[in-house]
Every structure is written in structure tokens, then in C-alpha cells.
């Protein structure tokens, strides 16, 4: 069975401190992982993808992202938190093999507050 | 390119009403899926079309709801007759159908339904 667990539903940071947001997964086959943002009043946007390829994965806005199979984890994370990171963020899975492949599995989403 | 177009920004409606949701995807992309947004529920996989065939229908709610999408560069969803309990913000996305392709968002219908 395939699921994602976004392990905190709200992330509080002062601009300039790192972001850490995390999410840990669930997948019978091999997955591919990502992680979406979402602005108010806008449609979520990718942000990066893992795909077996590099296990660290850097994606747009200085973000970016790693892969722990041992741990079922893929945390994304950035160093300095900018004003314009608050939003909600999506940790996705999808499975490359079985019954659903291709399916997407989001995350119930995390909402990143940056306070000045 | 203009991304994935959706129309209405806003549907205001009264219960029992029909309510049609429009979509234009990214030309070329040929996987369409349609998603619902509430609080209590997140983000919901409604229906998913390949090629224009739906291929996975499992989330739609009920025989309330139906989607369409007579060729590649439009899809519709439509309740009827709608409910309060319909009431959420409704996205399309569009990908290239490979195992690894990112979604495409639209900016999602807020439909509200008194």
C-alpha cells in the first residue's frame, strides 16, 4: 500500500533560519517522491521530484530535498527562509509498479509560516 | 504557454442547481486529472482521463458527479444537482503521462453551494 505522512501540519520559522518540513512514506514498489507548494488562491506548483536517480535532490527557491530508503523519508528543507516560502507545502508519492502504478498519494500538506 | 486554464475563479450557486467546471490543459500534455480541496479532507483524486479516456473514476463522490473530455484540449466537470456539502476548490492538472511527470495546476474553481 502506498501513503505519505506529513508529520506536522504547521511550521513556524523567523526568515533567515532554516526549514525543515517532513514526510515520511509508505510504497510497496519503488517510488518516485515530490514535493508541491501552494501560494493563496493558487494551484499547487512542483517544487522537485526524486526519481532514483541522485538521492539529493535541489529544486527551485533554494530548496531542496533527500532521500532516505532506510528511513522511508524524503525532508525538505532550505537554509534561509525567505518571506515569499510562506505557503502550504504537498509531499507526494507515486509507485512505478503494481495495480496503481502511476497514482498519485498526497501528503495532508504542511503550512510554513515565516515571521520577520 | 498559459499553463492549465480553468473557468469559473468563482461559482456562487444555490443548492440544486447544475454547476459545470471548465478546464484547458497544456497542449501536448495527455494525462488530465481532476482534484477536489477541503480542510477536513485535503486534497482528493476525483477522476483521471489518458488520451482523453477516463481511466480511473474510484473518486467521484457519487452519481452527482460526472466528467467529460471530448478531445485534448478540454474537460468539464459537472454536478447535478449540487449540495452544500460540494462546497471546496476544485483543480485541474495536467502531466505528460510518463511514470515520473510533474502535475500542472490550474488556479482552481472555488465553488460555493448555499
Known amino acids: 500500500a502506498q501513503s505519505v505522512t506529513q508529520l506536522d501540519s504547521h511550521v513556524s520559522v523567523s526568515e533567515g533560519t532554516p526549514v525543515l518540513l517532513r514526510c515520511n512514506y509508505s510504497s510497496s514498489y519503488s517510488p518516485s517522491l515530490f514535493w508541491y507548494v501552494q501560494h493563496p488562491n493558487k494551484g499547487l506548483q512542483l517544487l522537485l521530484k526524486y526519481t532514483s536517480a541522485a538521492t539529493l535532490v535541489k529544486g527551485i527557491n533554494g530548496f531542496e530535498a533527500e532521500f532516505k530508503k532506510s528511513e522511508t523519508s524524503f525532508h525538505l528543507t532550505k537554509p534561509s527562509a525567505h518571506m515569499s516560502d510562506a505557503a502550504e507545502y504537498f509531499c507526494v508519492v507515486s509507485t512505478n509498479r503494481g495495480s496503481t502504478l502511476g497514482r498519485l498519494y498526497f501528503g495532508r500538506g504542511t503550512q510554513l509560516t515565516v515571521w520577520p | 504557454d498559459a499553463g492549465v486554464i480553468q473557468s469559473p475563479r468563482h461559482e456562487v450557486t444555490e443548492m440544486g442547481q447544475e454547476v459545470t467546471l471548465r478546464c484547458k490543459p497544456i497542449?501536448?500534455?495527455?494525462?488530465l486529472f481532476w482534484y477536489r480541496q477541503t480542510m477536513m479532507r485535503g486534497l482528493e483524486l476525483l477522476i483521471y482521463f489518458n488520451n482523453n479516456v477516463p481511466i480511473d473514476d474510484s473518486g467521484m463522490p457519487e452519481d452527482r458527479f460526472s466528467a467529460k473530455m471530448p478531445n485534448a484540449s478540454f474537460s468539464t466537470l459537472k454536478i447535478q444537482p449540487s449540495e452544500p456539502r460540494d462546497s471546496a476548490v476544485y483543480f485541474c492538472a495536467a502531466s505528460q503521462g510518463q511514470l515520473n511527470s510533474a502535475l500542472h495546476f490550474g488556479n482552481g474553481t472555488r465553488l460555493t453551494v448555499t
Open positions: 497542449s501536448g500534455h495527455n494525462s
